[in-house]
């Protein structure tokens, strides 16, 4: 077995067997369960039937049009004969609230509402219910149920993106993508706070317990920092294929409660390939920044200090989420895919809502090439560094001790 291997197959056991990384892997799972749970129960509360007594409405019409479908959901419309008996059964407690529709109401469409509580707007059920009261009526006998069922409910919107050839376009957003793509970004960041701090959790105890002089007297700094985030890596990615597991089981389970979501959640193929490609290299890119900063730092307090840099970079896109769903193709989205320590994030989610392929392409490049940069350069910083000990080298130091190797 080659050293990679042996150090590799110990990172990697050492991660799983980590009670953080078992709580953490659990955590997303149970939550996500708990979440399904109290759907259903709501749900139940709200399948219960409604013991409450319907809204009394009292109206006074004054067009005598107005005498039919008084039954709306949550709301009886009763007619009056004149104002001042509105208002006297109003204050016996007979009505709640009563309408006066006056003789030009064809003309105007002013309805007068009284009530005895002040409020900013007339609630959800008794505007939709006043609505159908009056279309009904003044349809009534003017046109079929169907129509009269079409005006009530006059359109159901379905957006389509066409691209440049007047064809649909590849990315056509929508919430099952958005999904996807918020959950490939959550497990992204989730992953980097996990795996990739354990990375420099492990490199900083290392150092300071003097660990270190006892391993590179084995290995070489390079097989140690491959083997350590290959085998951490490994470890995210079996975290992250939980995951994923386990919201398909749940998924499953929520479909015989919910509806079809997973019928709703009919995601491309090519999308999940992209969305797991900038999840590797992001993962890859972020775990070997980590182990640069493990090598420079003396302990764990300056390595999570200087992780933060590392951290916010991954995360800014997410702070950001609602310009770049909104922004489409513009300048901002374009730098921030291009960008290597922002892309990861960026692409995935922009990848719920249409981006172009050359955009795809060119940020995998970019990122690939940065990573491979990056690991040459943490790899001169795992020589020099691993075994220096005491104060944490300032960035001067840090770039003078590079140029003389």
């Known amino acids: ?19 953080g990384f078992v709580i953490t892997s659990l955590a997303l799972p149970v939550i996500g369960l708990v979440g399904i749970l109290v759907g259903m129960l709501i749900q139940n509360i709200n399948a219960q039937p409604d013991t409450s007594e ?3 409405v009292g109206y006074v019409d004054n067009t005598g049009i107005f005498s039919g479908y008084q039954d709306q959901p949550g709301v009886v419309l009763v007619p009056q004969t004149d104002s001042q008996t509105a208002v006297d059964n109003m204050l016996s407690g007979e009505l709640d609230e009563f309408l006066i529709i006056p003789e030009d109401y ?3 469409g002013i309805i007068q509402r009284f009530t005895m509580q002040a409020e900013t707007n007339p609630g959800g059920d008794i505007t939709y219910a006043i609505s159908n009261f009056l279309t009904s009526n003044l349809l009534d006998g003017k046109v079929d149920t169907d129509i009269l069922s079409r005006v009530q409910n006059p359109f159901a919107l379905i957006s389509t993106v066409i691209d440049e050839t007047g064809q649909p ?22 992953s980097i706070f996990t795996a990739s701090g354990y990375l420099l959790q492990g490199l900083s105890e290392e150092k300071e317990n003097r660990i270190m002089e006892v391993l590179l007297s084995s290995v070489t700094t390079r097989e140690l920092m491959t083997g350590k985030i290959i085998g951490l890596g490994l470890a ?27 019928g709703a959640l009919s995601i491309p193929a ?11 290299l992001g993962y890859f890119l972020y775990a070997i920044m980590m182990a640069a900063i493990g090598a420079v730092t003396s302990n764990v307090r300056d390595g999570q200090q200087l992780s933060v840099i590392v951290t916010m970079s991954a995360a800014f ?57 990056f690991f040459g350069l943490a790899a001169k910083l795992f020589r020099i560094f691993l075994l220096m000990y005491g104060k944490t080298p300032s960035i001067k130091e840090i770039m003078h001790l590079i140029r003389q190797t």
């Open 106 to 108: 064809i003309n105007t």
């Open 169 to 190: 376009a590849p990315g056509q957003g929508g919430i099952p993508n958005y999904i996807v793509s918020y959950l490939f970004g959550i497990l992204l960041l989730m």
């Open 236 to 262: 995210g990615l079996i975290q992250v294929a939980f995951w994923l597991v386990c919201a398909w089981g749940l998924v499953k389970f929520a479909t015989n409660t919910f509806g079809d979501i997973l």
């Open 270 to 280: 090519d999308m999940i390939i992209v969305c797991l490609v900038f999840f590797i």
């Open 54 to 56: 319907p809204l009394q």
């Open 317 to 373: 896109p997410f702070y950001i989420m609602p310009f770049i769903l909104d922004g489409g193709d513009n300048l901002l989205n374009q730098i921030l895919s291009l960008f290597p320590l922002t892309s990861p994030l960026t692409i995935i989610m922009r990848m719920g809502i249409g981006i172009p392929v050359w955009e795809i392409v060119l940020a995998a490049i970019l990122l690939a090439l940065t990573i491979w940069f």
């Open 1 to 19: 077995m080659s050293k990679y291997s042996i150090v590799l197959k110990h990172e990697f056991m050492s991660t799983i067997k980590r009670k």
